[in-house]
């Protein structure tokens, strides 16, 4: 749980799916002709207070080779086309919803089609939905449309088996000590984050994109929910321990180095690492106040670690008290998390909180990686030392290659499909 640090159709697949639903199906690609006429191609940096990466520009075109319009989107949405997706260019949205499919074994060229159409089919719904131009009356609130983001990324298994040219750091962690994994809580063929400022839109935009999944022959796996406290813009969300969580996140620069890919087709795209950890919050609770803020290496009321007096303070891992103690504990959270421990590296965060249960409720923690290896470095020095652990249980994993995003005019994954 590293604290330490929101045009013309898409094209019809050439093969079609397997399995369809006509209906369902003509109206999402309905809707993703309406918001191709009226998204634009305002997908630069968000000035949105919170936002951590800016989309670089697209600068797509239509298949025919004529620009698409330029109308700016809605006031307060969040783009859905660019070069990188959504539900990473946007500030933090306050609901998500993580969803994963997996798809039955067919051949390669009956599950390139089902693949293929499902992201066009996605790309139509999720677009149109940014956009204000919704397909399902029930998206259409009086207050204006609804501010939504997104992000759709495959899981190791399906890249593998449809020989797709993912990055050769798209790879499953091993086991940690401690780990209690829940294979049906974990894994898929294919995530899907949706996240919006309410629970009424994620729960309608949830039905529409598992109508599209189950058309083209997708079954889900698992579904989890996750929220985040009421927080002014730019400020750093808290977890259920009370600490803030994602303080130290790359700056653009950095996550050029070790978040997205390198120069060349992965470049905006980027690799998910998900676990979902329960956390003990009633233990925690019940430490007092200086006992948790050794635990994490940080104070509770300002963020700033405890060697530092502001949150964006740089930890000093070397500095002491008299009696030559360190003032960041060796098993401090901070200390075992901190990029000069790991050659500079650094992940970019977007974790959420979840309450399934009074037992059953902690972190929905989301890294974005170039490597995964840069995870499993990280999470084998906490799992060996990590002061946290007797009130942390990891019960589910998953890896997913996040797809670039769909400049104007394109739909998700045509590049690597194509």
Known sequence: MPTEPENTPP??????PPASGPGRRRALLAAGAVIAAGVGAAVGELATGGTLFGGAAGTGRAPGGAAGPAAPPQDGAIPFHGARQSGLTGPQLAATRLLAFDLPPNS????????????????GLL?????????????????????????????PALAARLGLAVPGGL???????????????????????????????????????????????????????????????????????????????????????????????????????????????????????????????????????LTGTAERDEPDLYAKHPDGAYVIP?????????PRLDGGA??????????????DRGLLFAA????????TRVQSRLAERDALNPFLTHTASAVAY???GAPLGTVLGAGLLD
């Open 108 to 123: 390669p060229t009956a599950e390139r089609s089902s693949l293929r159409a499902l992201l066009a089919d996605w790309t």
């Open 127 to 155: 677009s149109a939905t940014a956009a204000g131009t919704p397909p399902d009356p029930r998206l259409r609130g009086d207050d204006g449309p609804p501010r939504t983001a997104s992000l759709v990324g495959l899981g």
């Open 346 to 359: 650094r992940m970019l965060r977007r974790g959420y909180s979840y309450d399934d249960a009074p037992d």
């Open 171 to 305: 790879a499953e962690p091993p086991p940690f000590p401690g780990d209690r994994l829940d294979p049906a809580r974990g894994g898929g063929d294919l995530l899907l984050q949706l996240s919006a400022t309410d629970p009424w839109t994620l729960a309608v935009l949830t039905e529409l994109a598992g109508s599209a999944a189950h058309s083209v022959g997708f079954v889900p796996r698992w579904s989890q929910s996750g929220f985040l406290p009421t927080t002014r813009p730019g400020a750093t969300p808290r977890n259920l321990f009370g600490f803030k969580d994602g303080t130290a996140n790359p700056d653009e620069e950095a996550a050029r180095q070790w978040v997205w890919g390198p120069p060349g087709p992965h470049e905006n795209a980027t690799v998910l690492v998900y676990r979902r950890i329960r956390m003990d919050t009633a233990a925690f609770a019940a430490l007092p106040a200086e006992r948790q803020e050794a635990a994490m290496g940080r104070r509770a009321a300002d963020g700033a670690p």
């Open 330 to 338: 060796a098993t401090a959270h901070v200390r075992l998390t901190g």
């Open 402 to 404: 996040v797809l670039p």
């Open 368 to 375: 974005f990686v170039r490597d995964t290896a840069q995870f």
């Open 11 to 16: 094209p019809d697949p050439p093969d079609g």
